[in-house]
């Protein structure tokens, strides 16, 4: 019914720059919120940016300064700019949406298939 799909990964290296973004699609009322996670390999799934339906947005201090999170132009779109990006950067990276479907009276999580980031040089 829901889709995220995430796009934008790939090779970088150190300080360089990639756009992440993530598309929702399917029968979608409305988007509480988005976030952006990260699960590097050994590690617990990290939240790094979040924006609310009242677009206040918060970063993780790993991320602070480094990292921007906005919505597209495209209705149920996000995009997650990453700068000055750096080798712990690397990671697979998730978009998570709480969202109502169409007929439905309650929000529900979904998540994207992630999409691999490696920094190195």
């Known amino acids: 019914q829901v889709q995220l799909v995430e796009s934008g990964g790939g090779l970088v290296q150190p300080g360089g720059s990639l756009r992440l973004s993530c598309a929702a699609s399917g029968n979608i009322f409305k988007i509480n919120y988005w976030n952006w996670y990260r699960q590097a390999p050994g590690l617990k799934r990290e939240l790094i940016a979040g924006?609310?339906?009242?677009?206040?947005?918060h970063y993780a201090n790993s991320v602070k300064g480094r990292f921007t999170m906005s919505r597209g132009n495209a209705e149920n779109t996000v995009y997650l700019q990453m700068n000055s990006l750096k080798p712990e950067d690397t990671a697979v990276y998730y978009c998570?949406?709480?969202?109502?479907?169409?007929?439905?009276?309650?929000?529900?999580?979904?998540w994207g298939q992630g999409t691999q980031v490696t920094v190195s040089s």
């Open positions: 924006i609310t339906a009242d677009e206040n947005i």
């Open positions: 998570n949406a709480d969202l109502m479907l169409s007929g439905s009276y309650y929000y529900n999580d979904y």
